[in-house]
């Protein structure tokens, strides 16, 4: 590469939590740079993951997290043009991307959601992928699928 790599920005953490993954949710949550929008959501979503997970031991964070954890896809496919033919090859995913990944996913299946307020939506979400279901958890199935079928051409990888 002839540019040198841009500096990786600091995320501060979030007031509440003091966690960063937190914030980093929060910003992709954000609409028009509306954080504290954005912060007043997601806290709600969490009081409301609190009182349906009432028997869970688990902390209404620690199950985000294992929500998140739950809809993180491992591999993607890439397409990779060869010889005039395009094949959908899998590639592992970094470890920053892999976070990335999930929580938009989470959101957007979040936001597809009919009806209610969006930390309503948010929370069902959260409480979906943390029972191992919801589209966010499918579109990480799907995303395995995909890399499992075209495994043949790994050897493509790049």
């Given at each position: 590469m002839r540019k040198a790599k841009p500096k990786k920005r600091v995320i501060l953490?979030?007031?509440?939590?003091?966690?960063?993954?937190?914030?980093?949710?929060?910003?992709?949550?954000?609409?028009?740079?509306?954080?504290?929008?954005?912060?007043?959501?997601?806290?709600?979503?969490?009081?409301?993951?609190?009182?349906?997970?009432a028997k869970e031991?688990?902390?209404?964070?620690e199950i985000w997290k294992q929500a998140l954890d739950n809809i993180t896809p491992q591999?993607?496919?890439?397409?990779?043009?060869?010889?005039?033919?395009?094949?959908?090859v899998p590639t592992e995913i970094r470890p920053d991307r892999k976070e990335s990944v999930s929580m938009k996913n989470m959101i957007l299946f979040a936001r597809k959601r009919g009806g209610?307020?969006?930390a309503e939506k948010l929370a069902?979400?959260?409480?979906d992928a943390y029972n191992n279901q919801g589209g966010a958890f499918k579109r990480k199935e799907d995303m395995h699928r995909?890399?499992?079928a075209n495994r043949a051409f790994a050897h493509f990888r790049f």
């Open positions: 953490p979030d007031p509440v939590f003091n966690d960063q993954k937190v914030s980093k949710f929060v910003n992709h949550l954000m609409y028009d740079g509306k954080k504290s929008i954005s912060y007043s959501i997601f806290y709600n979503a969490l009081d409301i993951v609190k009182e349906k997970a031991e688990k902390t209404p964070l591999v993607e496919v890439k397409s990779r043009r060869i010889g005039g033919a395009t094949f959908q209610k307020s969006m069902a979400e959260i409480m995909m890399a499992e």
